[in-house]
């Protein structure tokens, strides 16, 4: 499947935090441990609707400032 996309500038957020979420990612994809990190913010041209994913992770911390959200193991 192929979705045209453009590249738009984003808020920085994902960024920052990044460094912070990787740790958490890792537990569960150890294979992007070698990974640049760094993001991309894409504007699809067509929604996208993913009905089921093969995987996905337990809640993340996005960052230190959100207490709702903690991993739990």
């Known amino acids: 499947m192929v979705i045209d996309a453009t590249i738009v500038e984003g808020l920085g957020a994902a960024g920052r935090t990044l460094k912070l979420q990787m740790p958490h990612l890792i537990k ?16 699809l041209d067509q929604p996208l609707r993913v009905n089921n994913p093969d995987f996905t992770t337990p809640p993340i911390r996005w960052s230190p400032l959100e207490p709702t959200l903690l991993e739990k193991n």
């Not at 640049?36 to 504007?43: A, D, F, H």
Request: glycine share 6%.
């Open 28 to 43: 569960h994809f150890p294979e992007i441990s070698s990974c640049y990190l760094g993001t991309i913010n894409l504007e």
